[in-house]
């Protein structure tokens, strides 16, 4: 398997950890909760809502926080590069987090496999790991993988997932056109390439396949569940006795699947007005 050198992103951890205390957050207003499971935020790319990310999590502390694979697009990264500031505020966000006693791990995922050279390390606090196992307050346990290791495309014909990674971008690029145009008409947002998914049978059957060997996987190693991302699309739904969690992405969806102080799991979505009555509530408390 194709993967870049170890240290090719190695310089961007410290730039990042030196600048990690940064602006305060604002006061969390949302529950708190358990464990917040994200993936698939694709850092480095146009796609990636950032600014959302940033509003959610201030507003959702947690115990326990997992980054399910996909946070770096090292993919996009080595073609051009795109970091901007937002971008960095949510790499310091989660450095605030650890060093505030939130137990952060990351579990690389095929984008940003370069980070699998560092297994078993921790970088500001936040643990790379290939994958873990969370037990729930409940008593459930749960395996908690990135999920390409299932992906037949990754694994037997990368050259085709790079092809279909452009195609990705150019149609959330296209997306991103579509909704300026229905936002000046009033319109809600609408995801094009979710349409897209659930309307071509391919696309189906394969989300299906990607499901059903993840849940297997994961009943065959003695788990009561799996919690995975990889394939942009949030569902919570029982394979064959087994508990499957996608916690979807924050490129499209904006979507995290939370663990409550008693066990229950729970797939949420950040929406606008979610963000405006962050933003306003925390312009609200700012001194005169």
Not at 29 to 58: E, N, P, V, W
């Amino acid at each position: 398997m194709m993967r870049a050198a170890p240290d090719a992103f190695a310089p961007l951890w410290p730039r990042l950890s030196e600048s990690a205390a940064a602006d305060p957050d604002v006061p969390g207003r949302g529950a708190r909760y358990r464990a917040i499971f994200i993936s698939d935020i694709h850092l480095g790319t146009a796609g990636c809502q950032a600014r959302a990310l940033l509003d959610f999590m201030k507003n959702h502390p947690s115990e326990y926080l997992y980054l399910v694979g996909d946070i770096v697009d090292g993919w996009q990264l080595r073609r051009r590069w795109f970091w901007p500031q937002s971008h960095n505020d949510v790499v310091q966000k989660l450095l605030r987090s650890a060093r505030k006693g939130c137990k952060v791990v990351f579990i690389p995922g095929n984008h940003d496999e370069f980070a699998r050279g560092f297994l078993g390390h921790q970088f500001g606090g936040i643990e790379v790991c290939e994958d873990a196992v969370h037990t729930t307050a409940d008593g459930r346990t749960l395996w908690v993988t990135h999920g390409d290791y299932f992906d037949g495309v990754i694994q037997c014909a990368k050259w085709l997932a790079y092809v279909g990674d452009n195609l990705y971008e150019f149609t959330l690029k296209l997306n991103r056109y579509l909704n300026g145009l229905r936002a000046r008409l009033g319109l809600p947002y609408w995801s094009l390439s979710a349409y897209l998914k659930h309307r071509v049978k391919s696309a189906l059957n394969y989300v299906t396949d990607f499901e059903v060997a993840v849940a297997s996987e994961a009943r065959s190693r003695g788990h009561d569940g799996v919690v995975c991302g990889h394939i942009h699309r949030a569902e919570m739904r029982d394979i064959n006795g087994t508990l499957y969690c996608n916690d979807g992405d924050w490129v499209e969806s904006r979507s995290a699947l939370v663990e409550h102080l008693d066990g229950r799991l729970e797939l949420l979505y950040w929406t606008d007005t979610d963000s405006r009555t962050s933003q306003a509530a925390a312009l609200q408390e700012t001194p005169a």
